[in-house]
């Protein structure tokens, strides 16, 4: 529907004092959904169908990737003593270990322990030790950081900014791998998501916009593709 009002060139009124006739822009398009459970599949139309869009409602965040991905290694660092996190830390991108990564260090007899000692056959730079070595730090600091303060180093040290603009996805804003692309969580309230048009770069090729913030919605309000 939206590639179809774009092709046909639907008409808007613009919203003035002296209101004219334009062809329709992504930024005109908004979608209702009743409930946040039809969101992912509502997203995954879009992305096949390569439109950008916004997706607006606050708890949306706490469902993002990114955002679990950050809460899954601050309780890596809090809590040494739980493997299963670790492991799901470290396949994260703030730390980037394969699955290769996991079992070069499995078989080198490396312990899934962030203070256990370092098998001596795995070198210097390799992914897991490295982490390893990051969250001990970061376990230690701990004591004289506020949880705000440990979520926000581990966004600016493990570059979270840099990951999600790289990232595909839907455009969000504000600080996610520090600003996120989110997925919805199941819900009652009705919730919007937004494409945001894409704008010409210095090589004349289209280029993503920055995002805009992600906002609660007192009352169903439309999915917005583009501005």
């Not at 969101?39 to 679990?68: K, Q, T």
């Not at 991905?69 to 493997?83: F, I, K, N, V």
């Not at 256990?116 to 004289?144: E, I, K, M, Q």
Request: hydrophobic share 35%; net charge positive.
């Amino acid at each position: 529907m939206v590639h179809t009002a774009l092709a046909q060139r639907w008409q808007v009124a613009d919203a003035s004092d002296r209101p004219r006739w334009r062809d329709v822009k992504l930024g005109d398009i908004a979608v209702l959904v009743p409930a946040r459970t039809s969101l992912p599949h509502l997203e995954d139309a879009l992305d096949a169908a390569g439109i950008r869009y916004r997706a607006e409602a606050s708890s949306l965040v706490y469902r993002a990737r990114e955002v679990r991905d950050l809460l899954t290694a601050a309780r890596a660092a809090d809590d040494p003593s739980d493997p299963l996190t670790l492991v799901a830390a470290l396949r994260t991108p703030l730390f980037g270990c394969g699955d290769d990564d996991l079992w070069t260090w499995q078989q080198a007899g490396g312990r899934w322990n962030i203070f256990a000692p370092r098998p001596d056959t795995v070198p210097a730079g390799h992914p897991v030790r490295d982490a390893f070595s990051y969250l001990r730090r970061l376990h230690n600091d701990r004591t004289w950081l506020a949880p705000s303060e440990i979520l926000e180093r581990l966004a600016v040290d493990r570059r979270m900014l840099e990951v999600v603009v790289g990232s595909p996805g839907p455009v969000t804003s504000g600080g996610g791998y520090g600003s996120s692309s989110t997925r919805p969580a199941p819900g009652q309230r009705p919730t919007t998501a937004g494409c945001a048009p894409t704008s010409p770069g210095p090589s004349g090729k289209d280029r993503k916009p920055p995002a805009s913030p992600r906002r609660c919605c007192p009352r169903p309000a439309p999915t917005r593709c583009g501005s």
